[in-house]
């Protein structure tokens, strides 16, 4: 069964988390930059993971790509917009950057805890699942009290009531080659996986508001406020 799927593209979208397809362009940079990359990333990360790396000189393509994605979605411009009285920028006008960008080779057993990042905005790009989420949770059904969550990735929340609340995310190989696009505050996490001795590798990176190149270009204006 493939787990991404309508329903959990509109459960996520209520979450203000968005996933599309990344184009094929986009991908193929990633992959064929893979097997290049060679600087650590591990002391700046969360992860419990070995192998962590950082991307260098990102092409301005995939950074166009990834910059543009939070003007897809109203509840991102919401907040940029506020962030508006903090940086006395236009959120119409607001030009952002590729703040970091990183691959996570994870493998059995190895685990990211609960973290955020830094920036405003912050994605997941999957580019290799080895496992099944059926196969990971089969063990485990029956045998715990909270829901399965074996290899998920799981974001973390706030409800209106002020109790913390969870959402999994069923990753399987049907998410290669999506994106999940949050913001960089969202709580989340990873959980081991179990059945595969291949790495599940995925690409993520943070989005900052470019202020340098705002005020270059004059588009932070200066703003009143009525309080």
Not at 40 to 56: D, Q
Not at 101 to 106: A, E, H, I, S
Not at 170 to 181: G, M, Q
């Amino acid at each position: 069964m493939a787990n991404y799927n309508t329903e959990c593209i509109k459960e996520l979208d209520m979450l203000g988390i968005h996933t599309e397809e990344v184009p094929q362009h986009i991908m193929d940079y990633y992959r064929n930059e893979l097997p290049m990359v060679k600087e650590p990333s591990n002391i700046e990360l969360a992860g419990h993971l070995e192998k962590e790396y950082k991307f260098l000189d990102v092409p301005k393509y995939v950074t166009d790509y990834l910059e543009k994605i939070p003007y897809k979605k109203l509840y991102f411009k919401k907040q940029l917009t506020s962030n508006q009285m903090i940086h006395n920028f236009n959120v119409e006008n607001c030009k952002l950057k590729l703040l970091s960008n990183w691959v996570n080779f994870q493998k059995k057993y190895e685990f990211n805890p609960v973290h955020n990042h830094t920036g405003i905005f912050s994605f997941i790009i999957f580019c290799q699942i080895p496992y099944d989420y059926e196969s990971e949770a089969k063990p485990w059904n029956n045998k715990t009290s909270v829901n399965n969550i074996a290899s998920c990735l799981q974001f973390l929340y706030t409800d209106v009531l002020g109790a913390i609340q969870t959402h999994q995310v069923k990753v399987d190989k049907s998410f290669e080659n999506k994106i999940l696009f949050f913001n960089a505050k969202q709580n989340h996490c990873v959980y081991p996986f179990y059945t595969s001795d291949d790495y599940r590798i995925t690409i993520s990176g943070n989005i900052a508001i470019d202020i340098d190149s705002n005020i270059k270009n004059n588009q932070i204006n200066k703003i009143d406020y009525v309080l």
